[in-house]
């Protein structure tokens, strides 16, 4: 599923343009009919995990593209707090643990850069040249 200026969306994974941009926020689920809540923050009323869509970040040589993963471990339904199904966890927890496994964090606790553009930035910040954000 996608957000875009007229709400949430399904989608197929291979028609979604990752590069050079991805212009809206992704929502996955491993829990079948999962409607998604109308409003904001979708992911922190039903079984969703969220990845947003590219914050802009400026560094000292350039912009570079940011990327957030989101999800929560328990929502409130009326005055109740309520856990998430076991297996939307368990598949929350396992996007998590690819990221590790495929990606890099070494900006900090948390963090999953891909291992060529992390090197490529920190060449150009320790060169001091500006960074193209749709170059390889």
Same mark, same amino acid.
């Given at each position: 599923m996608y957000r875009d200026v007229? *709400?949430?969306?399904?989608?197929?994974?291979?028609?979604?343009?990752?590069?050079?941009?991805?212009?809206?926020?992704?929502?996955?689920?491993?829990?079948?009919?999962?409607?998604?809540?109308? %409003?904001?923050?979708?992911?922190?009323?039903?079984p969703i995990?969220?990845?947003?869509?590219?914050?802009?970040?400026?560094?000292?040589? %350039?912009?570079?593209?940011?990327?957030?993963?989101?999800?929560?471990?328990?929502?409130?339904? *009326?005055?109740?707090?309520t856990r998430q199904p076991q297996p939307f966890l368990t598949f929350a927890q396992q996007a998590r643990e690819w990221l590790r496994r495929n990606y890099v964090s070494q900006r900090g606790r948390n963090t999953a850069d891909h291992p060529a553009e992390f090197e490529r930035i920190i060449s150009l910040l320790r060169l001091k040249r500006p960074i193209d954000p749709l170059q390889n």
């Open positions: 007229d *709400g949430i969306r399904e989608c197929e994974i291979h028609t979604v343009e990752f590069y050079p941009q991805l212009n809206y926020d992704l929502y996955f689920t491993n829990i079948p009919n999962v409607v998604p809540p109308p %409003g904001h923050d979708p992911h922190k009323h039903a995990l969220r990845l947003s869509h590219p914050l802009h970040m400026v560094v000292p040589t %350039g912009i570079a593209l940011l990327h957030y993963i989101e999800w929560a471990e328990e929502i409130l339904r *009326g005055t109740e707090i």
